[in-house]
């Protein structure tokens, strides 16, 4: 893995990315080139270390950094990796875009391949969540990789803990895209969490009880025939997501990107309705 040097001169030519709740790091983009310059919290010489390892690996669904960033005294302070333009985060494709039951089903199982790659590597990445996965069309990778840890716990508790955080955040990312929206699982109070287990059969239960709490490792794969259309749909209308609503918002967002644009449009024809 390369150095490369950047200066704050640097950065005044780069096009900074304005990116709603991420904090760790200022995000810039140069000749379709992404770099992340770190926050000067973060402990850079245990990063540096996992960043240089993580030159050894690849997958199709990994965008992993591909040399180290570093200032005017050599010191590390970022990463430089591939800037994905022409990709759309997970969380948005959601709302937007009706999948179908197939190609949810496919791309949980990927996302559970490439869990398999990191474990199988001893790479522990605890940020599966819908806006680390970037999507195009059939084709998704997993970013922020500069923030995973390769492991080596000598102590059983701290291995099932981490087994278990990326058990309950693949689960909720699974049940996320198999509902089809990018549900806020924080937002769903106690009383909306018992109507979905009362609407539940047991295999359901244990899914919906990783999600929205804490409950025993599970592999989604093993249940993600019970979280069949009828469910989903079930869970919804439990939830109050208007299927209706949000085909007629993902329209509406395809083919009127701009808000401002649409509502002039409407103005426009409700002014002609005047005259008729």
Partial sequence: MNSILVTQNDLNK?????LK????????????????????SDNYIKREHNVEKMSELSHPHCVFPSNKLVNE????????EEYLSDYTTLSKYLNRHIISYDKRLLLVDE????????????????????????????????IDLDSAEFYNFNSSVFEYIRKDMISKNLTTLAFQIMLNYNLNIYAIDRDNVD???????????????????????????????YLDEDYMQTVRRTLKIRDGKNRINRWLLWYFPKRWFLWIRIKKISWWWIFL
């Fill in 195 to 225: 109507k979905l287990l009362y609407i539940s059969n047991k295999k359901q239960k244990e899914v919906v009880a990783k999600v929205f709490g804490n409950s025993d490792l599970i592999d989604i794969r093993d249940y993600i025939d």
């Fill in 111 to 142: 996302l559970c391949k490439t869990g398999d790659f990191f474990n199988s590597v001893d790479l522990s990445y605890l940020d599966f969540h819908s806006g680390n996965v970037l999507i195009n069309n059939d084709d998704f990778k997993i």
């Fill in 73 to 80: 005294q050599f010191k590390f302070i970022g990463v430089e």
């Fill in 14 to 18: 780069f096009q900074k990315l304005d």
């Fill in 21 to 40: 709740n991420h904090f760790e790091s200022d995000v810039y983009v140069y000749n379709n080139r992404l770099y992340k310059i770190l926050n000067p």
